[in-house]
């Protein structure tokens, strides 16, 4: 393995430039028309209770897998002292394991080129999206589930003979998992790698385009994209004719651009954060959940918000297995995820919200300016209710850079979906406010080089914002 030096970094940073300004690779319509031909799902509901290979346990109530792996639904307890809601508790997916979302990059002409697949997931709304070369849980990479072996695995089991340009873990939806975290992974090959059925090479460029469609780009790609090197020095010269907003994104992510804070501040920020909220996380057996109960088949909240657990049944065609049950978490509306976007000394930078959830490793990690799912906020305390939330969703329309909505994971949530969108503001937010500050985007940039800084609803919407250096066109 090629460990990727300070300068490698900086070298590849302007390979990320002349991809992300790239020509389309291929035929990218007729590939993707062709995949979703062939590769298709028919998920049907079934009861919790009749779901083939997965029980309720007798005594706690925990939904299970007869293997012992994949996932449990369990309970869980939460204590937040101070918040609008101070106490709840409610059922989570468990997933103590770690999986690899990996892409394999390969230099063609000079340009790199992202191996992706298409994919299909129970959960998508429409089937088949853009996935990683490798999306694949350790309980699927291990063939818990008996089925064919996940392809181009060894890159990133094996990367003695590569250059990897990503390596960290990094955690999932922290309301909906507890402590689940993936390795999200950027392999350089320099030799002929055989393309798959399902697989093509795509340029930056192509996948950027891509981001402006609603759910093709799927979260586990998005979550993969930020972390490949954007951020380096001299990266003014390597997009030429860039203006306007593009233009100053590029010198934001340059490591030389004025910052509202030091790194030095943003870290103590952080864990100071970490230090002043009090909050308490157990798991709790899925039969002692309050206010959440078993009706026709599912779990649902008696309020009618928030989540529903529910059990499917899938058939799939392009997949490692064929047939299987799950239970799956189905989220009741669609969320929302924003930037707020301004210029500081004439850099852009994105207001980042100290965020607790549940299910986070170390009680806070940073969280879009605004992340929510808006309806829920009818029936819960106006206290609750998050700041600027109203100035997203006021936001005159010429000041929305970036609006598209993306699926969620589709093998774990029903049809969840968000709205990702990045809004210019003016927003005047205090220096020392305790839980929002302004970043610089080559500081997301340092901080996605370590584990558990950036949620993924964040790098999410990071992956967005990056899309920005690419002028539209024709993927």
Not at 73 to 91: M, N
Not at 243 to 254: S, T
Not at 280 to 290: K, W
Not at 423 to 439: G, K, N
């Amino acid at each position: 393995m090629t460990e990727l030096s300070e300068a490698m970094r900086v070298d590849f940073a302007a390979g990320v430039a002349r991809s992300a300004l790239a020509g389309p690779t291929g035929d990218f319509d007729g590939w993707l028309a062709d995949c979703r031909a062939r590769f298709h799902t028919r998920v049907e509901p079934v009861p919790l209770d009749r779901l083939d290979g997965w029980s309720a346990h007798p005594r706690t109530g925990d939904i299970g897998h007869r293997s012992g792996k994949f996932f449990t639904v369990r309970g869980l307890d939460v204590e937040v002292a101070g918040a609008a809601v101070p106490r709840w508790s409610q059922p989570i997916i468990s997933q103590p394991e770690i999986g690899i979302l990996g892409i394999l990059v390969r230099e063609f002409d000079g340009v790199p080129h992202l191996l992706m697949q298409a994919k299909v997931e129970p959960g998508n709304v429409n089937g088949v999206q853009l996935s990683p070369t490798v999306q694949a849980t350790r309980s699927n990479y291990t063939s818990v589930h008996g089925g064919k072996a996940v392809p181009y695995l060894d890159y990133f089991r094996d990367t003695g003979r590569h250059t990897v340009l990503a390596d960290v873990r990094q955690s999932e939806q922290g309301a909906w998992f507890h402590r689940k975290r993936n390795r999200n992974m950027v392999v350089l090959v320099d030799e002929p790698v055989e393309v798959l059925d399902g697989f093509s090479w795509l340029t930056l460029a192509q996948v950027h385009q891509l981001l402006r469609l609603d759910d093709l780009v799927n979260m586990d790609t998005r979550t993969v994209l930020c972390c490949l090197p954007f951020s380096g020095a001299g990266l003014a010269g390597r997009y030429p004719g860039l203006d306007g907003f593009r233009a100053d994104l590029v010198h934001a992510l340059d490591p030389a651009a004025s910052t509202a804070h030091t790194m030095g501040e943003v870290l103590s920020w952080i864990t100071d954060s970490r230090t002043r909220h009090d909050v308490s996380v157990r798991e709790i057996p899925l039969a002692e959940v309050t206010d959440w109960r078993w009706t026709d088949g599912r779990i649902s909240h008696d309020s009618g918000l928030f989540f529903d657990v529910v059990g499917v049944a899938v058939t799939a065609t392009g997949r490692e297995v064929g047939r299987w049950d799950q239970p799956m978490l189905r989220p009741r509306g669609q969320g929302l995820a924003a930037f707020l976007v301004r210029r500081v000394d004439g850099v852009p930078h994105v207001l980042m919200h100290a965020r607790v959830e549940p299910g986070y490793f170390d009680v806070v990690e940073l969280a879009p300016t605004v992340q929510c799912t808006p309806d829920t906020y009818a029936k819960l305390p106006a206290a609750a209710r998050p700041e600027f939330l109203d100035e997203v969703l006021a936001a005159d329309p010429s000041r929305i850079l970036f609006d598209a909505v993306h699926s969620e994971e589709g093998g774990r949530f029903m049809h969840a979906r968000t709205r990702y969108v990045v809004v210019e503001s003016d927003a005047d937010v205090a220096a020392d406010h305790p839980d929002y500050r302004w970043l610089a985007p080559h500081q997301l940039a340092t901080l996605l080089r370590h584990s558990h800084y950036l949620n993924v609803q964040a790098r999410s919407v990071l992956a967005c914002l990056h899309s920005l250096v690419t002028p539209e066109g024709t993927p």
